[in-house]
């Protein structure tokens, strides 16, 4: 029985043209600016977002908390999402890197955010609160399922911050994934903020990589910022040259997208399974599973034994990633093997 692995899209495997891309790179020592392809996919990375420069960091998580700790102060307040990665999987890091606080604000990525930073930004000139100095923005947004921020609400979500003095980071891991379902240029997505981060190692089939993005000094900044975490790297072209590979397949995610939607389509028929199709944008489908009578535990085993992996979301929800090497007759195979369990009782 072979496994279909819809637990991440960051479990894509290289491939071959990368594999070469990864041997024949050259390469030298990044930590004196020596390495020849990270320069080159730092520079390809700034011209695509259209910032001023670019770092390479071994993971998502690296480049959001680098972007963290050069923006703010120990003690700064930083407003995140209620449900954004940085709050739920960065294992409190802003608050052990930095001595940031995170500041969960509700619905920030839904129709009224803007008026919700504002009930959250601190009063300046009171010895008790600390200063809110950052907000964070997430596209697309992971535990939203996926959904994507379009590029007039990123630029309302910037006025807003602006006009409060706050600097503006987004997290965004999956931009490539929000700009090929807006059919938009990346770079739209990113105009005007502080700070981007974009993940090579998500559907992308890089097997590390993220690059943190903003202007030559912010960017100076983050390097040694960088070097401090221990994330100074060698001849990391090796994986640079991977990452290279990963930004041509870009456009490819548009497979992802169909398939996440023939997914969330053929589940949704099926009873007890919960899915709001709106949400279904990008590469990630969420569902409530509580209707089918099982957990989200005991709905996972089940999918396991007939080697489907998928996530446990929390609170009776369970999230499916398409992604590169999952095709769309094993969509389909997912659908027919969980129609059969649950509708005929299998
Ligand atoms: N997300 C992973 C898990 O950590 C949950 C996944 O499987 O989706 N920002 C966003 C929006 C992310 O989804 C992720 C990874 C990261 C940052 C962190 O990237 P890495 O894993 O490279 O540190």
């Known amino acids: 029985m072979k496994t279909i692995d819809l637990r991440s899209d960051t479990i894509t495997v290289p491939t071959p043209e990368m594999r ?16 020849p392809t990270v320069n080159r996919l730092e520079a390809e990375a700034a011209a695509l977002l259209k910032k001023e420069a670019a770092l390479f960091v071994p993971s998502g998580t690296m480049g959001n908390q680098l972007a963290i700790m050069t923006h703010c102060r120990r003690g700064d307040e930083v407003l995140v999402d209620a449900g954004s990665h940085i709050l739920h999987y960065e294992v409190a890091a802003a608050a052990v890197l930095t001595g940031a606080q995170l500041c969960p604000v509700r619905g920030l990525h839904d129709t009224g955010g803007v008026q919700e930073v504002g009930k959250y930004v601190r009063p300046a000139g009171d010895d008790h609160i600390p200063p809110t100095t950052l907000l964070c ?27 409060y003095g706050l600097k503006v980071h987004l997290d965004g891991a999956r931009i490539f994934n929000a700009a090929v379902s807006l059919g938009c240029d990346p770079a739209d997505l990113a105009e005007g903020l502080d700070s981007v981060m974009f993940c090579l190692s998500k559907g992308l089939s890089a097997p590390v990589g993220s690059l943190l993005l903003g202007s030559g000094e912010f960017i100076r900044r983050a390097r040694k910022n960088r070097k401090l975490l221990g994330g100074g790297m060698r001849q990391a072209g090796v994986l640079a040259a991977a990452g290279l590979e990963a930004l041509k397949m870009r456009h490819r995610l548009a497979e992802d997208h169909a398939n996440a939607r023939l997914l969330a389509r053929g589940l949704a028929q099926i009873p007890g399974i919960a899915i709001d199709l709106e949400t279904v944008q990008t590469n990630i489908v969420v569902m409530d599973v509580g209707g089918t009578g099982h957990d989200a535990a005991s709905f996972l085993a089940l999918l396991a034994a ?14 499916m990633v398409t992604h590169k090497d999952v095709g769309d007759r094993q969509i389909q195979e997912v659908v027919d093997i969980l129609s059969r369990l649950l509708s005929k009782g299998e």
């Open 20 to 35: 070469r891309a990864m041997a024949e790179a050259e390469v030298g020592d990044d930590v004196y600016r020596e390495d």
């Open 306 to 319: 007939r080697g489907v992996k998928a996530g446990n979301f929390g609170g009776g929800r369970v999230r």
């Open 137 to 163: 923005l997430e596209n697309t947004h992971n535990r939203m399922g996926g959904t994507v921020m379009d590029s007039a609400a990123t630029r309302s979500l910037l006025q807003v911050a602006r006009s």
